[in-house]
Structures are given as C-alpha cells and as structure tokens.
C-alpha cells in the first residue's frame, strides 16, 4: 500500500488480491468525483476514499517528493468512507485503490500528488513510483504534519510515459466540514 503520511509520501504495497474486488467498479475513461476526473486502460480503480491510517514498515527514497521518501505499510486498508470530501485533520488517511489489468506488463508507471503549497518550500506536486502490479493496493496521503492540513483540491494521476491513466481529484476542508472520517477512524474523537 502507499501512503503518503504528513509531508512523508507512504506507498503502502498491494497486498493479495481482494476476492469482492474482482472486477473494477468504474467505467472505462470515467471515475467519480470532480469534472476532469479520468481512468484509461491499462489502469483499473476499486474505490477512492479515506482509509484510516496504518503503521509503516520500511522507507524508500522518492526524491520528487517534499520529504524524500515515501512510507510503506504491509497492510491494506479497508475503505473506511467512500468520498472525495476530505477533512485537513491530522490522521486522516485518502486516496485510490487501483491496480493494472490482468496480464498487463509492468511499468514503469508514475503517481503524482498535486496539491496547494505546502511545507516551507511551498511544493505542489509530488511524484514516485506507485509499484503497480495486477493486484489491488491503496495509494493515499496521510495528514502526518500541520503543514499539510492545506485546503482545496488535491489530485491524484497515474501516467505511463507522456500518457495520463488516471485523474481522481479530492477536496480537502477543513475538519468541522468534513467530521463523519474523523468519528470513523478516530473514535467520536472530533470535536466541535
């Protein structure tokens, strides 16, 4: 699975392949959520939402990312809410879970995060490789710092070469606007 955690970007590896996830929800060259948003074979898209966050385990260099590495779990989460609404609070884990077309050759493909300016060198996109395989796996962005609750559109895109496979585009707000996910993954712990 990746994950993106706080200014760390976590890709979380795909775990074995989901037996309820077996065919992908949405149709070709479309995917819910802002206008604009695209999904082109090879690429297939299960869900896109907020996963509660998960423990990493190892690290790797993503140099075109703020914090220079991405973050890797072993896990792969359940959808805990399925939105492209998504509250600025620390925790709060979103993204895709998406996977190639059986049979597919492997990459190299790229996952970029373009988002409003964040951190002290005001970064706005942020890209590393997504290991993508036949299996189902989550890529997301973890709320980790303060600097990251920025609000607005934050985009995921999945591209092969100079060919976009995917747009899924996100709303971030801030957390009164967006409570359920908070009360979800953290226990009734928001607060008014």
């Known amino acids: 699975m990746a994950v993106l955690r706080g200014a760390l970007l976590c890709l979380a590896l795909p775990a074995l392949a989901l037996p309820t996830l077996a065919q992908p929800l949405l149709a070709e060259g479309t995917a819910p959520g802002l206008p604009g948003d695209i999904l082109e074979p090879p690429l297939e898209l299960a869900e896109a939402g ?11 260099p993503a140099p075109d990312t703020e914090s220079g590495y991405i973050l890797l779990t072993d896990e792969n989460p359940e959808l805990a809410l ?17 996977r190639l077309a059986p049979d597919t050759p492997p990459g190299p493909y790229v996952l970029t995060v373009r ?3 964040v951190g002290p060198r005001q970064v706005t996109v942020e ?3 997504p ?8 890529r ?6 303060d ?3 920025v609000t607005g559109t934050w985009t995921f895109e999945v591209s092969q070469g100079d060919e976009l496979l995917l747009r899924q585009s996100f709303q971030v707000v801030q957390p009164m606007q ?15």
Do not use: K, Q
């Open 50 to 60: 907020i996963y509660c966050p998960a423990d990493h385990v190892a690290r790797e």
């Open 115 to 117: 988002h409003p300016p």
């Open 178 to 192: 967006a409570p359920e996910a908070i009360d979800i993954c953290f226990g009734n712990t928001f607060l008014s």
């Open 82 to 98: 399925s939105t492209r609404v998504v509250p600025a609070y620390i925790g709060i884990s979103f993204g895709i879970r998406i």
């Open 140 to 145: 997301s962005f973890n709320f980790e710092f």
């Open 131 to 138: 290991a993508l395989d036949s299996r189902w796996g989550v």
């Open 147 to 149: 600097r990251e609750l």
């Open 127 to 129: 890209s590393w490789n």
